[in-house]
């Protein structure tokens, strides 16, 4: 076997995607490969997809469509479709680019080197099947490699909440969660190799249900807080649905839990929420943003809000942004609603023009950049546990995260990086934060 060979990956979607990948990369290192920054210096080129909109699909096709115009004739290169697109499409992908070698679905990552080497072997090979709950993680692998001070670890996977708008439950099946003893293994394991701080997986990680004395989300936050070196525990995503005061007063209790919450609110008014099936109100939405906020003042809350959902009203909107004003969301991932295959909500009728939703979006936007910069401005003067990831935005700069995942550029030394250091803020900008060490 040679034992140079060489992969390019490139990650689309959510960090359940860049988890994939690394978990990709650790399988295929089993049988030789190592990963190179440009693809055209690889063997084998992964293309790890999102669909969540159509523009990320979309996408995709025309990636390969440009690798075909470049590819040098028998270049040898194996290229090969995973995650969501891959799940979605299955075996048509190998008929539409027929340069394609595989498909790997989002539950047959376990396959990925078995199915290069059939690629190796000159064969095209598709499998996205989906695999019973009960063995999902038993494919998981039973070393970890950490990449750096942060690490993702899956905890659940699978979502049964079924919105009107969202793709997800049909290309990433049913929910599952992971032993409570696998995840707190997978994390001493890396914790012992220089990480410092956990982000933990799902796509909807308060379902978490697994695991002797780890019955629930609040309690597993409490058995990984018990890890040594591991000083700080993120997790997303969050349904609000689910908070539970339970989870709510784990921002009370657990002091390794980021002042952070991603919870995301999609609309804000009720007609909207009760079309998009997301089985919360406005108002028990506000009342859980309050109670986060006693349980651990100064939280910084995120969201993600989709504009134009069909039949939304100008009314409609106007509550979206009242209700972004009020939260005063440090940053929000906002996008026009995008009819998505299979689901619900592709079938309902939509009279607002393309212009308007796009209009409204702009509308937003500007509300959530005034707000985001409010919030940086805020924490101006203050001193601020800054964990440092790596080079900063300028030369001479180190840049890390703060508890409230707000990022930090101050000039330091690249010695730094993987300890927390405090940080005095000197300005806050609308993306990011500009400090200084405090000696
Ligand atoms: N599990 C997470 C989100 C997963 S998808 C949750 O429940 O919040 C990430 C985000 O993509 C969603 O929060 C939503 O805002 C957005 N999204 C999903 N489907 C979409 C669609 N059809 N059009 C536009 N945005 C969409
Ligand atoms: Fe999609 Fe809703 Fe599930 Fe989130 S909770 S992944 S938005 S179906
Ligand atoms: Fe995209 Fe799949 Fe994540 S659709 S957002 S990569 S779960």
């Avoid at 009720?270 to 108002?283: C, I, K, P």
């Amino acid at each position: 076997m040679r034992k140079d060979k060489k992969v390019h990956i490139q990650t689309f979607g959510c960090q359940m995607n860049v988890s994939d990948s690394e978990r990709m990369l650790q399988l295929l290192s089993g049988i030789g490969y190592h990963h190179v920054d440009n693809w055209k210096e690889a063997d084998l080129l992964i293309l790890n997809t999102c669909s969540v909109r159509s523009k990320a699909e979309e996408k995709i096709y025309s990636i390969l469509s440009t690798i075909k115009g470049k590819l040098k004739r028998n270049s040898g290169l194996i290229i090969g479709v995973g995650g969501c697109v891959a799940q979605q499409e299955g075996e048509k992908l190998l008929k539409m680019a027929p340069h394609l070698n595989f498909v790997c679905g989002t539950h047959n990552i376990h396959l990925l080197p078995q199915m290069v080497k059939e690629a190796e072997a000159g064969k095209r090979v598709s499998d996205t099947a989906f695999i019973d709950n009960e063995m999902r993680f038993d494919l998981f692998p039973k070393e970890y490699q950490a990449t750096g001070v942060s690490h993702l670890v899956t905890i659940m996977q699978g979502c049964d909440n079924y919105c009107s708008y969202c793709i997800v439950p049909y290309v990433r099946g049913r929910e599952a969660s992971r032993q409570a003893e696998d995840i707190l293994a997978e994390i001493k394991s890396v914790a012992s190799k220089g990480v410092r701080e956990v982000i933990l997986l799902g796509q909807n990680v308060n379902s978490y249900n697994l695991g002797a004395g780890s019955a629930n989300f609040p309690a597993l936050l409490t058995k990984v807080a018990e890890i040594d070196n591991i000083e700080r525990i993120r997790f997303v995503t969050s349904h609000p649905k689910d908070i539970s005061s339970e989870l709510v007063n784990s921002f009370s209790t657990v002091k390794k839990l980021c002042s952070h919450i991603h919870l995301p609110v999609q609309a804000g008014s009720n007609r909207v929420l009760a079309m998009m099936n997301r089985g919360y109100s406005r108002e028990e939405y506000l009342l859980k943003i309050e109670q986060l906020k006693k349980a651990r003042p100064g939280i910084s809350v995120t969201s993600d809000i989709i504009v134009g959902f069909p039949g939304e009203t100008e009314e409609d909107f106007k509550e979206t942004l009242a209700l972004v004003e009020e939260v005063g969301y440090s940053d929000s991932y906002c996008f026009v609603y995008s009819p998505r295959p299979e689901t619900k909500a592709a079938e309902m009728p939509d009279p607002v023009p393309k212009d308007e939703k796009q209009e409204r979006l702009e509308r937003l936007l500007e509300l959530q950049r005034g707000l985001s910069k409010t919030h940086n401005m805020s924490l101006e003067g203050s001193v601020q546990k800054v964990l440092v990831e790596g080079s900063g935005g300028k030369t001479g700069q180190i840049s890390g995260r703060t508890s409230g995942n707000r990022i930090v550029n101050f000039p330091g030394s690249a010695e730094l990086v993987g300890n927390f250091v405090d940080v005095k803020i000197i300005r806050g900008y609308q993306n990011s934060l500009l400090g200084e060490l405090v000696s």
